[in-house]
């Protein structure tokens, strides 16, 4: 069976930044840089964005373009005789269905809150105990969250049936124009609010002299750095299987990291000049998007549009990691089983539905229920995600790249070269050896004594 490729480099990096642009760039990133002390945590966290994202994307890159397979194959195809480098194809296909076990619902709750600001469903004077009545309502009720739930999983899958350009590419490429266009609206719109420039600073300049814990800050700007990328579950590796050699691949993960970083720098300067100009407080934590800015939008003058317009940029902005992840699922059973595109998503369609439903019912009906260390059932899916299975399994995908026990640096290196761009010099080996490792293994460490 011919490979799908994509129609055009543009393409390419409008899908692959769509996976990494989700809930991590838009909900994730402005509330922990509003608790780690705002443009200090900005500052940290695109260092270590340069220093271990990038590299690790370039690498979960080169084994999708060398193999023209998904992760399983494409490990047993570059892997040296009787080792067992592919068992790892199988985790990362088992981390994007757990991923889609939460995300799925999160992007519910986005497609939610857009359709009540565009019917009108908030208005202007409601108190802030209403307005968090709103979000406790729609997680009360298992009809309302499964349906906007299956809402995101059907449309979802519908798109990925049409095969990667008709489908994925194409919505990927209107979607994530759109979102861009939307999100430059919100943050002129934010700019113009009055206090916006208390907001701007406290985000964008470091202080130096806050009270702020720096050694949470450097932790939290790891994560942040490492997750946004949605890095090792293949989630990369799969869109790598679909290139063109024309350029090199640091060329192309620049290109992401830019693309992905705009968004959630975007994100930021869009929530915090909304925060200062009336009075909320920027250390809402979670909460931020769904009980904090709705509380500023009924308050805000035009604030129905804007309100719509926010959350209509939310479900792009998650919207487009779904159909990302769900093609890497696709691609694999297709690759490793044989299946057909339609039998594939078909069978894949009802077991993402049946997954997801652990998560809907874990705030009401099964909301007694705790798994990991109190934690409720999203949170502890989450917690197996991010904490475990992303920093463990790039890891993996570097110690393949780097050692002479897996794929080895000079097939890494030779891989990530080809093309026109920049290029991985030879002395930098060292470096991805063992700086790379030990940032990882300090995530790692860190997500296990958390738990």
Known sequence: MKRDTFQSRIGFILVAAGCAIGIGNVWRFPYVAGQNGG????????????????????????????????????????????????????IALLGNYMLMMYYTTVSGWMLSYFVRFACGRFTAGMGSEEISGVFASLLSSPTEMTLFMAVIVIAGFLVCSRSLQKGL???????????????????????????????????????????????????????????????????????????????????????ICLLDTFVAVCSGLIIFPACFSYGISVNAGPGLIFETLPHVFVNMTGGRLWGTLFFMFMTFASFSTVIAVFENIISTCMDTFGWSRKKTVVINLVIVLITSMPCVLGYNVWKHIHLINGRDILDSEDFIVSNLLLPSGSLVYLLFCVTLYGWGFENYRNEANRGKGIRIPDWLKWYFRIVVPIMILVILIQGLIQA
């Open 39 to 90: 443009g200090l945590f900005v500052a940290v966290y695109l260092l270590f964005l340069l220093l271990m994202g990038l590299p690790v994307l370039t690498m979960e890159l080169a084994v999708g373009r060398a193999s023209k397979l998904s992760a399983v194959r494409a490990y047993e195809k570059l892997e040296p005789k009787g080792s067992k480098w592919h068992l790892h194809g199988w």
């Open 169 to 255: 590419e194409k919505v990927s490429r209107f979607m994530m124009s759109a979102l861009l266009v939307l999100i430059l609206i919100l943050v002129v719109h934010s700019f113009f609010l009055p206090g916006a420039s208390q907001g701007i600073r406290f985000y964008l300049l470091p202080d130096f002299s806050s009270t702020y814990d720096i050694g949470s800050i450097i932790t939290s700007a790891m994560n942040q750095a490492f997750f946004t990328l949605s890095l090792g579950i293949g989630a990369m590796e799969i869109f790598g299987s679909y290139m063109n050699e024309d350029h090199t691949l640091v060329s192309e993960g620049i290109q």
